[in-house]
């Protein structure tokens, strides 16, 4: 089975500043979003609302943060997030459902991006275009969020404001509605469609001037 990134138009500095926040509202705001039900019911290993509780309740923000002396206070520890390495990959997903609720979802079509055949036809064709960034930035792993390291999935990763008006403007260039594909494995209307979701989604992001957050699992 292949991967598929979920993307959302959000802003960034909004999310992490609900971390910590202690936002009871936002906590149940983020219950009541499209897909947490979805997360809450595969999350069968821990208790999803104590992980979302921990991101907006328990989380230690730097600046509250203290070190904690060791023996006869020679040494001391890092001052902790609050947060459970353990439960690292728990809260990608809880992530995913706060990017809903903070954000606009951009694939509600489906699982448009789903990492086969014809996202690897659509990065060739940007590549044929001349432009730089493809769908595969949605591979690469960045350190968005103050989260314990998550060792595989979800991937988060994102286009910054500057990324997103740099392949806006070079597909608008295009007429995607009026591509094909020499690949027998792939349908000129599923490329079309893919590129066309990107494009829209870009878009949305463009207009509320917010950046591309992507998980990918």
Same mark, same amino acid.
């Given at each position: 089975?292949g991967s598929?990134?979920?993307?959302?138009a959000?802003n960034?500095?909004?999310v992490r500043?609900?971390?910590?926040?202690?936002?009871?509202?936002?906590?149940?705001k983020?219950?009541?979003?499209n897909?947490? =039900? +979805?997360?809450a019911e595969?999350?069968?290993?821990c208790?999803f609302d104590?992980v979302?509780e921990d991101?907006?309740v328990?989380?230690i923000k *730097?600046?509250?943060?203290?070190?904690?002396?060791?023996?006869?206070?020679?040494?001391?520890s +890092? *001052?902790?997030?609050?947060? +459970? *390495?353990k439960l690292a990959?728990?809260?990608g997903?809880?992530?995913?459902?706060?990017?809903?609720t903070l954000g606009?979802?951009?694939?509600?079509?489906?699982?448009?991006f789903?990492s086969?055949d014809v996202?690897?036809?659509?990065n060739k064709w940007?590549?044929?275009?001349?432009?730089?960034?493809?769908l595969d930035?949605?591979w690469?792993?960045?350190k968005?969020?103050d989260?314990?390291?998550i060792?595989?999935?979800?991937?988060?990763?994102h286009?910054?404001?500057?990324?997103v008006s740099?392949?806006l403007?070079a597909?608008?260039?295009?007429?995607?509605n009026?591509i094909?594909?020499?690949n027998? +494995?792939?349908?000129? =209307?599923?490329?079309?469609?893919?590129?066309?979701?990107f494009?829209n989604?870009?878009?949305i992001?463009?207009?509320k001037?917010?950046?591309?957050v992507?998980?990918?699992?």
């Amino acid at each position: 089975m292949g991967s598929i990134a979920q993307p959302f138009a959000v802003n960034i500095t909004q999310v992490r500043q609900a971390f910590g926040s202690k936002d009871l509202a936002l906590l149940e705001k983020v219950k009541q979003s499209n897909l947490y =039900e +979805n997360y809450a019911e595969g999350a069968e290993d821990c208790d999803f609302d104590a992980v979302l509780e921990d991101i907006i309740v328990r989380y230690i923000k *730097p600046e509250d943060r203290q070190k904690t002396g060791g023996l006869l206070g020679l040494f001391k520890s +890092n *001052p902790g997030s609050g947060l +459970n *390495p353990k439960l690292a990959h728990h809260y990608g997903y809880a992530l995913i459902v706060i990017c809903d609720t903070l954000g606009t979802f951009l694939s509600k079509g489906g699982d448009i991006f789903y990492s086969g055949d014809v996202w690897k036809e659509a990065n060739k064709w940007l590549k044929s275009k001349g432009i730089t960034i493809d769908l595969d930035r949605m591979w690469q792993t960045e350190k968005l969020f103050d989260i314990p390291k998550i060792a595989d999935f979800p991937v988060i990763s994102h286009y910054a404001n500057q990324e997103v008006s740099y392949l806006l403007q070079a597909l608008n260039k295009h007429d995607l509605n009026d591509i094909t594909t020499n690949n027998d +494995n792939v349908q000129p =209307e599923e490329l079309q469609e893919l590129l066309l979701t990107f494009r829209n989604g870009l878009q949305i992001c463009s207009d509320k001037q917010v950046e591309w957050v992507s998980f990918l699992h």
